[in-house]
């Protein structure tokens, strides 16, 4: 009943920024962890950004000084702001989020569709 939807993606030129966004909806209790992973035609998901429901973030070192993540708690959304990005950013963005749907289960992790950012040169 948890569901996590994407949006933000699209065609940009490198160099250019996006605003990518994931919002969580349905049955949520609690929210933990949520994050950005992306993956790359033919390559394996990898890290991009996470950050705690207290604000504490970790970026991939392929982003650091280019990728801020955010989350606005009340609206169960966590943002991605990617600015001078490259072609190397291009990928499919897939947001998650470790959820508790009520006080007595435990977390687990939940997976959004993803978004496809294609980054031309």
């Known amino acids: 009943q948890v569901q996590l939807v994407e949006s933000g993606g699209g065609l940009v030129q490198a160099g250019g920024s996006l605003r990518l966004s994931c919002a969580a909806s349905?049955?949520?209790?609690?929210?933990?962890?949520m994050g950005w992973y992306r993956q790359a035609p033919g390559k394996q998901r990898e890290l991009v950004a996470v950050?705690?429901?207290?604000?504490?973030?970790n970026y991939a070192d392929s982003v650091k000084g280019r990728f801020t993540i955010s989350r606005d708690n009340a609206k169960n959304t966590v943002y991605l702001q990617m600015n001078s990005l490259k072609p190397e950013d291009t990928a499919v963005y897939y947001c998650?989020?470790?959820?508790?749907?009520?006080?007595?289960?435990?977390?687990?992790?939940?997976w959004g569709k993803g978004t496809l950012v294609t980054v031309s040169s």
């Open positions: 349905g049955r949520i209790f609690s929210i933990n962890v």
């Open positions: 998650n989020a470790d959820i508790r749907i009520s006080s007595w289960v435990n977390w687990k992790d939940y």
């Open positions: 950050i705690t429901s207290g604000g504490i973030t």
